[in-house]
């Protein structure tokens, strides 16, 4: 069990604007695409350097890499980057709606033609990356398999989610196992769509991360959320949206996840009163949807709202990812995140 109010993040780190640019002179051959990779290295440097500077004590790369073209919403990272990994999936994409909170907004969904087969998906060499530089514990984040599966077009198993999920489970399970061999200590599964789907769907989704769980002893994590999305050809000025807050959210399936840390907003923590068993909960204090910094104080606030939540079992993180928020505002809510722990253990 990790120190109380230990600090992590969620993932994703600010995406500098000039990504656009750059990408845009890939696409126009003036930039090679080996090019790029040195650019989202070096910015993996310096989302590594501002999570350490800002006192976080688990972090990642920022999944900087991972994120080519629509850096206004998270699913190229956490999507098209691994279904380009997964056999079974073709290199057509399709846009597919993502929420009936407004039909404009779309994703350029994977078509899934075959079965889904074993491929690397990147994780060891990730952790290999962001290890030459950290001074502190890595984690890597990984989609969970409801999320692949669900917003892919399906053409293989006749829109039956559970084989579906439990393949691709059997892919996770198998890079997790190596990334543990790599001597990785920290592995999380991302879920955001868990209270837009039915509980039969979500009962099926936490067997299938419990498959991928198998055998791995490395802190497990998993994130849990709403959607964080901003969409636009004018990025600036904007601030994620939850999409997926409708329908009822199933906090007492999520927590029979068989993981060690479950990551939540705080205004959906109250859910898992009396659900927990020995997980610890990591409390979203700091909300990446408001463009404001929040003191302190009021993260501390948002975490001992928590009554019920024994110290022990208490964690600190933000809401979602923070890809779309500019650096400053990234690194001062990370900062507040370290000072409410400070507060906290005090």
């Known amino acids: 069990m990790l120190a109380p109010y230990t600090t992590t993040v969620v993932g994703a780190h600010s995406v500098p604007r000039w990504y656009e640019t750059l990408e845009k002179q890939v696409e126009a051959g003036t930039l090679s695409a080996a090019e790029m990779a040195d650019v989202q290295y070096r910015a993996s440097q310096a989302a590594i350097a501002d999570q350490e500077a800002a006192g976080i004590d688990v972090i990642t790369g920022g999944e900087m890499h991972r994120r080519t073209n629509n850096r206004h919403a998270p699913p190229n990272a956490m999507l098209n980057h691994f279904w380009a990994k997964i056999p079974g999936f073709s290199t057509e994409t399709r846009p597919k709606p993502i929420t009936p909170k407004d039909d404009k907004v779309t994703h350029p969904a994977a078509v899934l033609t075959g079965k889904v087969q074993y491929g690397d998906l990147g994780l060891v060499d990730e952790f290999q990356m962001v290890s030459t530089f950290a001074h502190t514990d890595v984690k890597v984040t990984m989609t969970g398999p409801h999320m692949l599966a669900k917003v892919a077009h399906d053409e293989h198993y006749g829109g039956d989610m559970t084989p579906f999920m439990n393949d691709l489970a059997e892919v996770l399970n198998r890079n997790f196992r190596e990334l543990q061999d790599a001597g990785c200590q920290h592995v999380q599964v991302d879920e955001p769509l868990f209270a837009a789907v039915g509980r039969p769907e979500v009962e099926a989704a936490v067997e299938a991360i419990n498959a991928a769980f198998e055998g791995i ?109 500019p650096r400053d505002v990234a690194f001062a809510k990370l900062r507040a995140m370290s000072a409410a722990q400070a507060q906290l253990r005090s």
């Not at 964080?228 to 996840?257: K, M, S, T, W």
């Not at 700091?286 to 110290?311: G, H």
């Open 217 to 325: 002893t490395m802190t497990k994590w998993v994130h849990i959320c709403q959607g964080n999305y901003a969409v636009g050809e004018d990025y600036d000025g904007q601030i994620g949206h939850r999409y997926f807050d409708f329908g009822q959210y199933p906090a007492d399936l999520i927590a029979r996840i068989d993981c060690d840390a479950l990551m939540v907003e705080y205004d959906f923590a109250g859910a898992y009163e009396g659900q927990l068993r020995n997980q610890q909960l990591a409390v979203g204090a700091a909300d990446v949807t408001k463009a404001e910094v929040e003191p302190a104080e009021v993260l501390v606030e948002r975490i001992q709202a928590q009554s019920w939540l024994p110290r022990e079992q208490t964690l600190i993180t933000s809401t979602c990812g923070l890809n779309h928020l």
